[in-house]
């Protein structure tokens, strides 16, 4: 069982800046792709960003592209989301996810997730 453990998050002004952080005791961190979510309360859970296990391919929703930056530190075993020039709209739970296979767009094709963190960008 791999638990994914969350920080970060809070509350910021448009246009700021967050950045979470995914950790995990796994010694085999580096064999897991990884995700992150968000889930706005009223809407479903949506994908945010992906990354490969070396690190070497992300993978963006449109919305966020540009702003977010995805990217993981095997040797400190810990996932990262950037968030840059943040909007109303980004205002959700956030969650990190793992998958042995992947990395996946799908959030049912994870294995593991993380806590959640609540991110609020006020206007």
């Known amino acids: 069982q791999v638990q994914l453990v969350q920080s970060g998050g809070g509350l910021v002004q448009a246009g700021g800046s967050l950045r979470l952080s995914c950790t995990t005791s796994?010694?085999?961190?580096?064999?897991?792709?990884m995700g992150w979510f968000r889930q706005a309360p009223g809407k479903e859970r949506e994908f945010v960003a992906a990354?490969?296990?070396?690190?070497?391919?992300?993978n963006y929703a449109d919305s966020v592209k540009g702003r977010f930056t995805i990217s993981r530190d095997n040797a400190k075993s810990t996932g990262y989301l950037q968030m840059n020039s943040l909007k109303p709209e980004d205002t959700a739970v956030y969650y990190c996810?793992?998958?042995?296979?992947?990395?996946?767009?799908?959030?049912?094709?994870?294995?593991?997730w993380g806590q959640g963190t609540q991110v609020t960008v006020s206007s």
């Open positions: 990354i490969s296990r070396s690190g070497g391919s992300t």
């Open positions: 996810a793992a998958s042995i296979r992947g990395p996946w767009v799908s959030g049912d094709k994870y294995d593991y």
């Open positions: 796994a010694r085999t961190f580096s064999v897991y792709a």
